[in-house]
């Protein structure tokens, strides 16, 4: 499986979490505290439902949570794993819509997770460029800073799957 892409530059969280619009988290597994030391997220009871895009052995959550896990890299997807991404945006939607509380986490809570939530937030009935400005103001500005991600939102990912589906044409 391809892996999440190397970061460069970008500042690991100054929180665990975020809230972006009622009851609906984004997060990570990895974050720096006060003292500027860089600590692991633990998820215990906090949330109704968890969903990661990426995982780590002893992140939590616990047994008795509902945990929903698609590991996606953060690089182009497959339209596969867009049409995953799409569903899972329907799942969080009706989890919010039922009253429950969701944790969205990938492994430093920017694309992946920004993917899924503004996704969600467009399930919910915002159009793609204010899900993504609440995205970027409520969890952080190097959120969803993988271009290829927000033109996914962009375009839509019922679309961006179709054209992912495409083959190129051949040289003769």
Known sequence: MRTRRKEGE??????RWDEITGRLWMGGHVWIDGD???RPVVVNREFDLVVSLFTRQGHGPPAGVEHRILPIPDDPLT?????????LAVVTADALRGGRSVLVRCHSGYNRSG???????IEMGLDAG?????????RSPWALHNEIFEQYLMTGLHVAAL???????TML
Not at 79 to 87: C, G, K, S, T
Not at 115 to 121: K, M
């Open 79 to 87: 339209a596969r794993e867009i049409d995953r991404v799409r569903e």
């Open 115 to 121: 993917l899924l939530v503004a996704q969600t937030l």
């Open 130 to 138: 204010d899900a993504i400005d609440r995205v970027r103001q409520r």
């Open 163 to 169: 054209l992912t589906d495409l083959e190129p044409p």
């Open 10 to 15: 970008v500042p690991d969280p100054r929180s």
């Open 36 to 38: 500027e030391r860089r």
